[in-house]
Nanobody, 124 residues
Framework: EVQLQASGGGLVQPGGSLRLSCAAS????????ISWFRQAPGKEREGVSY??????SYADSVKGRFTISRDNAKNTIYLQMNSLKPEDTAVYYC???????????????????WGQGTLVTVSS
């Protein structure tokens, strides 16, 4: 059974850091495109970061602050988030796509499996 388990969210002050984890089971993370999305209250789900084989991509709003990585031995995808801002507050989801054109990785409709989400709150 394919499962994605997101964790690592919490409350952090502006300028702080968090590392999110997406533990996968039922498949190998290096065989699929995996992305992080986020959804703030009243807003649409937004693509944050993408990893597939050796290729990575980031939303402009997080470029230079967030880093996506993969640990094949642990079958886990990470999102290191630094210099967090209040506007980063959202529920963060990891998701798997069987196949997605690189230019369209931000489109949630390509993703068939989703983790349950982990809440990140950036506030003083």
């Amino acid at each position: 059974e394919v499962q994605l388990q997101a964790s690592g969210g919490g409350l952090v002050q502006p300028g702080g850091s968090l590392r999110l984890s997406c533990a996968a089971s039922g498949f190998a993370v290096d065989d699929y495109a995996i992305s992080w999305f986020r959804q703030a209250p009243g807003k649409e789900r937004e693509g944050v970061s993408y990893i597939n084989v050796g290729r990575k991509s980031y939303a402009d709003s997080v470029k230079g602050r967030f880093t996506i990585s993969r640990d094949n031995a642990k079958n886990t995808i990470y999102l290191q988030m630094n210099s967090l801002k209040p506007e980063d507050t959202a529920v963060y989801y990891c998701a798997r796509a069987p196949r997605v054109p690189f230019s369209l990785w931000r489109d949630p409709s390509y993703y068939t499996y989703w983790g349950q989400g982990t809440l990140v709150t950036v506030s003083s």
